[in-house]
């Protein structure tokens, strides 16, 4: 490793050398008598190189010596240790659920009229709708699961990328395009800070279900014991 560096160093010295002479220094003093330093880019390079050897001893100290394989390990045991814990199938199927009875109520709001025209209030409405029936729905799920705040969230997540592939592939080309190009209408759908809105409460909710069944499956768990 050393030798390799130093290797490296000594070439650009000879490149540098050679572009400003044979006196030319590279100690970072300025060049006998044509006032030039060595440049910015080598001191970089110099610096970087003498900080490796410390990261490498500080590794070691920590029992870090294969950090980048342990880094590796711990994000795929965190993926299955979160993501197993659930019922991948019925999550999914959550989210189907939601991206119909979303469509539903959606095309009810839309076509009131009432509400033609207004966008902000149909939000509302849709918002405020939306808390009852993600409640319902995430108690179905949590029917077979037992409820807690991560599976919770995880479930909001799951459900959440189930509905954008169904939204990518009919919601999207059918419906918010209307003879645009695709990137058009992808663009006005997720450039909408409604959307998003809608999208951050879906997953909040899902986490408060997972908080709230959980009290009360812990509680109905504790009087049968």
Known sequence: MNRGRYVIIEIMRQVWKKQCGERGRLDGAVHAGRGIKEPAGVQIFRHFMGFLPRLRRG??????ENWPETGRAWRINFAQSNLLCMKLPRA???GIIMWILIFVILSIIMF???????????????????IPVTLFAAKWYFKQDAPSVKKGFWLGIIGLLSASVLDLIITIPLF?????????????????WMTWVGLLEFVLLCVVAGYEFDKTFTKHESKHE
Do not use: H, M
């Open 59 to 64: 590794c070691r100290q920590f029992g870090l």
């Open 92 to 94: 999914i199927a959550f």
């Open 176 to 192: 918010i395009a209307q003879g645009r190009s695709y990137a058009v209408a992808l663009q006005e759908f997720y450039g909408n």
């Open 112 to 130: 009131t009229p009432t509400l033609k025209d207004k966008t902000l209030a149909q939000n509302i409405i849709f918002w405020i709708l939306l």
